[in-house]
């Protein structure tokens, strides 16, 4: 069955700008995470949704970022007035909740370059 | 003192020995730990997860878990050119849906 996707894969934008990145989980899967990996760093926690709900948006780093899962399936990232610090590469990840010992799968993720 | 850490490397291993990867952790609340391997410009893969304290063993992956130490590790066994990726320890405080905590990754290459 098809994995995550997530679009763009590469998104180039204008310090100041607002961009929107997207995520289709895995099918059936009830929990969605977005997590962001800089250059030489491991991945780092945004935001996890359990369904439509943003169970866990302890990592979104300030009030610029945002996230919506509104039907509980594709779920969309949001950032406004972008600064050149928010350039990284945007990982999804979706399991499947009640599995045993739930897995993570990670979309290809979004390039993401403030200019 | 960051919450996981791990040696950024590069760690390189001569073909067909044994990588040995190591991990440190804080939170001792934590329950779940995984490995994931990241090749270059894609997505981490999750290779072996590992949840009680011992040795976990999956073809040539071992992991290694001693929670009194807050220790983890990866060991490749017969390594292959192929094994040459960066190698992300993460560590959960869940057993259920989990935020996880990622090191800064090892960078592994291995020397045909």
């Known amino acids: 069955g098809a994995g995550v996707s997530q679009t763009p894969s590469n998104k180039v934008t204008e310090k100041g700008k607002y961009v929107e990145l997207r995520c289709d989980p895995i099918s059936g899967h009830t929990a969605l995470y977005w997590y962001r990996q800089s250059l030489g760093q491991g991945p780092e926690f945004l935001i996890y949704f359990q369904g439509t709900g943003a169970a866990d948006d302890s990592g979104l780093p300030n009030d610029r970022f945002f996230a919506v899962r509104p039907e509980g399936s594709v779920s969309t990232l949001k950032i406004q007035r972008t600064e050149r610090g928010d350039s990284a590469v945007y990982l999804c990840a979706s399991s499947l909740v009640g599995s045993p010992r739930e897995t993570q799968y990670f979309g290809p993720g979004t390039r993401l370059l403030v200019l | 003192q960051k919450e996981v850490e791990q040696n950024s490397g590069p760690l390189s291993v001569p073909e067909g020995a044994i990588a040995s990867l190591n991990c440190t952790y804080s939170d001792r609340g934590s329950q779940s730990f995984f490995w994931y391997r990241q090749y270059s410009g894609k997505s981490p893969e999750l290779i072996m997860s590992?949840?009680?304290?011992g040795d976990k063993e999956d073809g040539r992956f071992t992991a290694q878990l001693n929670k009194a130490s807050q220790y983890v590790s990866l060991l490749i066994r017969d390594s292959q050119p192929s094994d040459s990726a960066t190698y992300l320890c993460a560590v959960s405080r869940d057993q259920g849906a989990q935020k996880l905590v990622f090191g800064q990754g090892t960078r592994l290459t291995i020397n045909p």
């Open positions: 590992i949840y009680s304290n």
